[in-house]
Each structure stands twice: as C-alpha cells, then as structure tokens.
C-alpha cells in the first residue's frame, strides 16, 4: 500500500514493485476514482484532463525508463499508450459512465499486461547490470 496513503485502494493491488511507477499509476488512479465523487458532473471534462495530463506525464516517463534499460519492446508499448491517451479524448468528448468505467478497466489492465512485464523487464536487467559490474570487479 502507498506510504501516502493508509486508505485501501483498489490500484494497492496493481502494485509491480517499482517506486516510483507504482506512485505515478496510483496518483493517475486517484484522480479518475475522484470523477464519481464530482457533483456537478460538468467538472468531470477538467478532472479528466487532468487526469490525462498527468497520464502523458508518466507515459513519458516510462518511455525514458524503457530507453534506459533498453527494453525490446518499446514501440509496441509506445502505440498502446497512443491508443490509451485516444480513449482519455474520447471519454472527454463523452464522459458518460459506461466510457468512464472503461477507461478505469483499461487502466488496470494495462498495468496488470504491458506495465508488469516492463517491470520485470527492469528488475531482471537491474539484475544483470550488477552482476557484470560484480565480475568486472572481481576478473579487472
Ligand atoms: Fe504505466
Ligand atoms: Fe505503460
């Protein structure tokens, strides 16, 4: 569970165990879960575009961890975020509750398939990175 938070949370169970990626998904979750708070409904267009902002914000981010870990599979992931900032549009141009639940789901999902496995992509090359700098001090 988050440091910053005591409350349960639905996305607590979506953590992969990288710092600050999991902080980053669990602010990006915090301000879609606000939007059925929201009386009246006219704000949510805002909160959504803030919500997509901050998105992008981590979207980039993970870009320039999968560069540095020079991650196979970078452009296919890039294109699912393509994809994923379309349907933050789309629910704002429609922020109906059907479109707003989606965009939640599709969140997750990307978390728990494609973000997952970048993860572990990062821990096993973290791995692999200290173990050569191991051998390179032990076999200089
Ligand atoms: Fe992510
Ligand atoms: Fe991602």
């Known amino acids: 569970m988050s440091a910053t938070s005591n409350k349960f949370s639905r996305v607590d169970l979506y953590e992969l165990g990288h710092e600050e990626i999991d902080r980053e998904h669990r602010a990006i979750y915090d301000a879609l879960e606000a939007m059925w708070r929201t009386v009246p409904p006219d704000a949510i267009p805002e909160l959504l575009e803030n919500a997509r902002i901050a998105t992008r914000k ?36 429609y922020p109906t509750t059907e479109n707003l639940q989606e965009l939640v789901d599709e969140f997750l999902n990307h978390i728990l398939l494609y973000d997952s496995l970048f993860v572990d992509w990062i821990k096993s090359e973290q791995h692999r990175r200290s173990t050569d700098d191991r051998h390179h001090e032990v076999y200089r």
């Open 58 to 93: 981590h979207f980039e981010h993970e870009h320039l961890l999968m560069k540095i870990y020079n991650y196979p599979f970078l452009e296919s992931h890039l294109e699912i975020h393509e994809v994923a900032l379309k349907s933050f549009l789309n629910t704002i141009n």
